[in-house]
């Protein structure tokens, strides 16, 4: 019989292979394809462990981002944040979030001119 951590340890990877795929197709310029795969990712991680929704929240929100579809990219990224930052890369995170918030102010001032 599987312990609790072996469990969450397997579902993980296999709701991981997800963001790899929605990473790789970022990685190329596959933008939509890359919401695709983060969305399926969200869909299959379990209510009890919202935690392990804010990386694919973070991820859909660069695309949305990049697609300038602002509004889907803020609603992702406000979740992720009441979720809470993956603790994994809490560093990356934090990191990612500062650069949005730059590029939300850049963009509002660049608007306004």
């Known amino acids: ?18 963001g790899w795929l929605g990473r ?3 990685a190329g310029g596959q933008l ?24 694919f929240l973070m991820d859909r929100s660069e695309c949305f981002w990049l697609l300038h579809q602002y509004q889907e990219s803020f609603n992702d990224m406000r979740q992720a944040m009441e979720i809470g930052l993956p603790a994994v890369d809490a560093n990356d995170a934090k990191v990612r979030l500062i650069y949005f918030i730059y590029k939300i102010i850049e963009d509002c001032v660049c608007n306004a001119l």
Do not use: C, W
């Not at 019989?1 to 292979?17: A, F, H, P, R, V």
């Open 32 to 55: 939509e394809e890359a919401i695709m795969n983060f969305t399926e990712g969200l869909n299959r991680v379990p209510r009890d462990f919202p935690h392990l929704a804010a990386a």
């Open 1 to 18: 019989m599987l312990s609790y951590k072996d469990t969450l340890q397997g579902m993980e990877e296999n709701i991981g292979m997800f």
């Open 24 to 26: 790789s197709a970022m």
